[in-house]
């Protein structure tokens, strides 16, 4: 595990701060402007989404004398936490009440170097990403229609072993799909921060995190049969060494790249 206050680390960290005009500019940010429509509150939520028609939504959002705030949205003062691997300035119905009532949500991602925006999928919405600065591999786990019935009586045994994943390499507004529901994960493999954005065709996309809600809350014995495994191999002990420490969204640095680009892993 990476020790995140480690001397060796803080001064990697602001030779990339001094190296990278985005880490700069990301650093620079004030709290206040996280994620944040600056109109945002329950009563306007609440108000939207009672709105029967179109009239009546922009009888809400613009008042006399209307002005274009309440369907503005921030997403750059997001910075990127030391040592995280990256984060995401997400706009959808919980910060931006204008999105009540459409189908759009969006996001800016911010990847640091060697960071990985670790498998995920998003249950409600397809995803288009589309790199803006530096190098993103985006990877989209393929999905099977068979093999997910069980024996079926009178068919062969359905085949076990690991799902195709297709990946490629995204930069210079370069842009990759990813179907809703489907896993799907960035990385960035350089050693310069990258920058993407995203839309959602749900303003309520979600979020489902592969490792974290598998390894979370089922019994050892369960999650050790599920992997089709025995406990020379996944035990209990092991499972308590990790289960904690899966990440939220971001994931600090996989070994190789961490090396090549001088980083603490
Ligand atoms: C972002 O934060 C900086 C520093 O607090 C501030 O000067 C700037 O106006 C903010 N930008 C936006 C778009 O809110
Ligand atoms: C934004 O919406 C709220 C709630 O309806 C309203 O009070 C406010 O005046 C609106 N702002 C503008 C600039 O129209
Ligand atoms: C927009 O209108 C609101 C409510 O009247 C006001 O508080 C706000 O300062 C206005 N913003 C701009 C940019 O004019
Ligand atoms: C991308 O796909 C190639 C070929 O299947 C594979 O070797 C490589 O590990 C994949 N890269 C990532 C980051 O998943």
């Given at each position: 595990m990476v020790n995140f206050f480690s001397l060796a680390h803080v001064v990697t960290l602001i030779a990339i701060a001094?190296?990278?005009?985005?880490?700069?500019?990301?650093s620079a940010t004030s709290p206040s402007g996280f994620n944040?429509?600056?109109?945002?509150?329950?009563?306007?939520?609440?108000?939207?989404?009672?709105?029967?028609?179109?009239?009546?939504?922009?009888?809400?959002?613009?008042?006399?004398?209307?002005?274009?705030?309440?369907?503005?949205?921030t997403f750059i003062n997001n910075?990127?936490?030391?040592?995280?691997?990256?984060?995401?300035?997400?706009?959808?119905?919980?910060?931006?009440?204008?999105?009540?009532?459409?189908?759009?949500?969006?996001?800016?991602?911010?990847?640091?170097?060697?960071?990985?925006?670790?498998?995920?999928s998003h249950p409600r919405a397809n995803e288009f990403l589309t790199v803006i600065q530096g190098e993103?591999?985006?990877?989209?786990?393929?999905?099977?229609?068979?093999?997910?019935s069980g024996h079926v009586v009178g068919q062969p045994m359905p085949a076990n072993g690991p799902i195709p994943q297709v990946n490629?390499?995204?930069?210079n507004y370069k842009g990759m799909l990813f179907p809703?529901?489907?896993?799907?994960?960035?990385?960035?493999?350089?050693?310069?921060?990258?920058?993407?954005?995203?839309?959602?065709?749900s303003s309520d996309p979600g979020?489902?995190?592969?490792?974290?809600n598998f390894f979370s809350n089922m019994p050892d014995e369960m999650l050790i049969a599920t992997v089709g495994s025995d406990q020379e191999v996944l035990d209990a002990k092991r499972i308590a060494r990790f289960r904690d420490n899966i990440p939220t969204s971001f994931a600090v640095v996989m070994e190789e790249c961490a090396v090549r680009c001088g980083l603490p892993h």
């Open positions: 001094a190296a990278s005009p985005l880490v700069r500019r990301q944040s429509n600056t109109n945002a509150s329950p009563a306007l939520k609440a108000a939207l989404a009672g709105a029967a028609s179109y009239n009546d939504r922009q009888a809400i959002l613009f008042t006399e004398p209307p002005n274009a705030t309440n369907i503005t949205f910075t990127v936490t030391d040592g995280t691997g990256g984060t995401i300035a997400l706009s959808t119905v919980n910060n931006f009440p204008a999105l009540i009532g459409t189908e759009v949500a969006m996001a800016i991602g911010f990847v640091n170097p060697c960071g990985l925006n670790v498998p995920h993103l591999v985006a990877g989209l786990v393929l999905e099977l229609n068979n093999g997910g490629v390499t995204l930069s809703q529901g489907e896993t799907h994960f960035q990385f960035n493999p350089t050693c310069e921060p990258a920058l993407f954005a995203a839309a959602f065709d979020r489902t995190q592969i490792a974290r």
